[in-house]
């Protein structure tokens, strides 16, 4: 499996406090990712990274942001969050190299704002 | 038309049956296609890619036809292992580079239940 780590595992917080996903990996992959799945939707990209201080937004980047300031780590902040932003989020990498397709996921980060 | 649709699912299927999901995409200019498997709370992860020729894979075996747009995975001799939701993910370059010409598009998925 591919080294990749994102903590908290599980959150629970409350409506306009701040939030840290950390996504971790040792594969020194340079692409990063960062999606949402809730249900009757598919997994929906929030923010990318292609390199070290290198990001981009998603299809669904209102209320996120992320920093890339090492290869390894990638980090998803909700600044203020809202009950909309309760989700599993799931972080990604890839070597895009050989564009074959491939994301390998971490496994998940299950956030409940109430 | 949605960007990706899938059969809604669920499918209840008994071991040892044959099954088989259906795919469409919108954009014409989609270039690369791949079916994804996701068991019950766990991440993604890549079950094959769809290629132009059709491939198959041990008891998998997915399909690709541009013309009507459209992708396919059959699973044959049904295990219990087999229980998951699949993904259906279309890949469309935005012709320029870095990853944002990446651009990976998940169906809602499709959910398998295969029963002794």
């Known amino acids: 499996d591919a080294g990749i780590t994102q903590s908290p595992r599980h959150k629970v917080t409350e409506t306009g406090t701040p939030v840290t996903l950390r996504c971790h990996q040792t594969e020194n992959h340079r692409y990063m990712y960062w999606y949402r799945q809730d249900p009757g939707h598919g997994l929906r990209l929030i923010h990318y990274s292609y390199g070290v201080k290198d990001t981009d937004k998603g299809e669904v980047s209102d209320g996120y942001s992320v920093s890339r300031s090492k290869t390894e780590d990638f980090l998803l902040t909700l600044e203020s969050a809202t009950s909309s932003q309760t989700s599993v989020y799931f972080c990604?990498?890839?070597?895009?190299?050989?564009?074959?397709?491939?994301?390998?996921f971490g496994e998940g980060s299950r956030l409940t704002v109430l | 038309r949605k960007e990706v649709e899938q059969d809604p699912g669920p499918f209840n299927v008994p071991e040892g049956a044959t099954v088989a999901f259906n795919c469409t995409y919108s954009n014409s200019a989609s270039q690369s296609f791949f079916w994804y498997r996701q068991d019950c709370r766990k991440e993604p992860k890549l079950l094959m890619s769809?290629?132009?020729s059709g491939n198959e894979d041990g008891r998998f075996t997915a399909q690709l036809n541009r013309a009507s747009q459209y992708i396919s995975l059959l699973i044959r001799d049904s295990k219990l292992s087999d229980s998951a939701t699949y993904l259906c993910?279309?890949?469309?370059?935005?012709?320029?580079?870095?990853?944002?010409?990446?651009?990976?598009?998940f169906g809602k998925g499709t959910k398998l239940s295969v029963i002794p």
């Open positions: 993910v279309v890949h469309r370059a935005a012709g320029y580079s870095g990853a944002g010409s990446y651009q990976l598009t």
């Open positions: 990604a990498i890839s070597d895009m190299r050989e564009a074959t397709g491939e994301l390998f």
């Open positions: 769809v290629y132009s």
